[in-house]
């Protein structure tokens, strides 16, 4: 009796209609990283020969490859959740005929984005996404057995690509318990400098162990495998390196969110964190831009000269910078993000007012 109380608890609305800004920097903080590892499979970057390009490609290798997409997977998943239990139908019932058409756009978008960036996650999302459906009526606690058993096992077998449904089941399972509302009623300062202190011990560990099998030549940008050859010790470090990356991914993100959550709580930290708002809230706009300007320079610009890792990390450095002060400005007179925008007159079959009204700019 008691756990079908709580199950019921876990299908209710969350925190009504209100905009979860931390949820919108979380989102924006997970775009920081992305284009700075998307760039090596649009690229085409050669192997380090310099210092400066070695320690880059070793800091984007500890530090930021399969932590940002790590985050922005599992609040996909939160987003599954929100979306459904933020119900507007008589009874209370979720969304779902809405959920399905919203989705249907994203394998759109995720189609269309893959013929231009190989490694774009949104097909994937929409895919796992409808399928998981029927999860949002099981027992939180199955699908938190599922999304841990699941990403353990992918992870062991180090496939990437694997730990996405896991991760999406992860977050809807935070969804069900209430996570959020946690979050935004405020966390205990203990609990948070616990979850801080833990999740920095676990990266430093995790970095260790990274940082102790990583070759010391320079690694090439692109790991391959050929049928038939013995991979260089080189490149078995590589693959190795890359394996417990991905392994320690949710471990390194959760201590960059507690950070995030640390910092928000001071006067600067806030203001610090402010822009990213923007940012996350036009994350499809900008996930897709990214790939617009990353290919767009590729073809215009570079064509098939390889470039160095300097280069590759300055341009996407330039367009993070670029794309935070373009959304800052947008969101100023708009109420959503171009894409935004169209997804969500898509999902709806309305024209959505996108302007904002006179008392809100």
């Not at 929100?82 to 969304?95: A, E, Q, V």
């Not at 964190?273 to 994350?283: E, K």
């Not at 969500?344 to 996108?354: A, D, K, M, S």
């Amino acid at each position: 009796m008691q756990t079908g109380k709580i199950d019921a608890v876990a299908q209710q609305p969350i925190l009504g209609k209100g905009r979860l800004h931390f949820l919108d920097q979380f989102r924006g903080f997970a775009l920081l990283g992305l284009p700075f590892v998307n760039v090596l499979a649009l690229w085409l970057i050669a192997t380090p020969e310099t210092a400066a390009d070695f320690w880059l490609q070793r800091g984007l290798n500890l530090l930021v490859e399969a932590r940002f997409y790590t985050i922005f997977t599992f609040l996909f998943g939160l987003g599954f959740y929100m979306f459904l239990s933020r119900s507007t139908t008589t009874g209370g019932k979720p969304r779902l005929r809405l959920y399905i058409r919203r989705l249907a756009i994203l394998v759109l978008i995720g189609f269309i984005h893959q013929q231009y960036q190989s490694g774009e996650a949104l097909f994937y999302y929409a895919v796992v996404g409808l399928l998981a459906v029927p999860l949002y009526w099981a027992p939180r606690r199955v699908n938190l057995l599922i999304g841990l058993a699941g990403f353990v096992i992918a992870a062991v077998m180090g496939v990437k690509l694997l730990t996405i449904p896991f991760l999406i089941i992860l977050g809807l399972a935070a969804g069900q318990y209430r996570l959020l509302d946690a979050i935004n009623k405020g966390l205990r300062l203990r609990s948070l400098r616990m979850i801080w202190i833990l999740s920095l011990l676990g990266t430093i560990l995790a970095i260790s162990a990274m940082w102790w099998v990583a070759p010391s030549e320079p690694m090439p940008s692109f790991l391959f495998e050929v049928a038939g050859e013995t991979p260089s010790p080189t490149m078995e470090a590589a693959f190795t390196l890359a394996h417990i990356g991905v392994a320690t991914g949710p471990l390194v993100s959760v201590f960059y969110l507690s950070s995030l959550l640390m910092l928000g709580r001071t006067r600067v930290g806030a203001k610090m964190l402010y822009p990213l708002q923007a940012y996350g809230r036009m994350a499809l706009t900008n996930y897709i831009g990214q790939t617009v300007f990353l290919v767009g320079i590729q073809r215009l610009i570079l064509n098939t000269t390889p470039t160095t890792y300097v280069v590759s990390t300055l341009v996407s450095l330039g367009i993070v910078i670029f794309q935070i002060i373009a959304s800052h400005l947008w969101m100023r007179w708009f109420q959503y993000g171009p894409l935004e925008w169209l997804w969500r007159c898509g999902t709806y079959w309305t024209l959505v007012p996108i302007r904002k009204k006179t008392g809100d700019l």
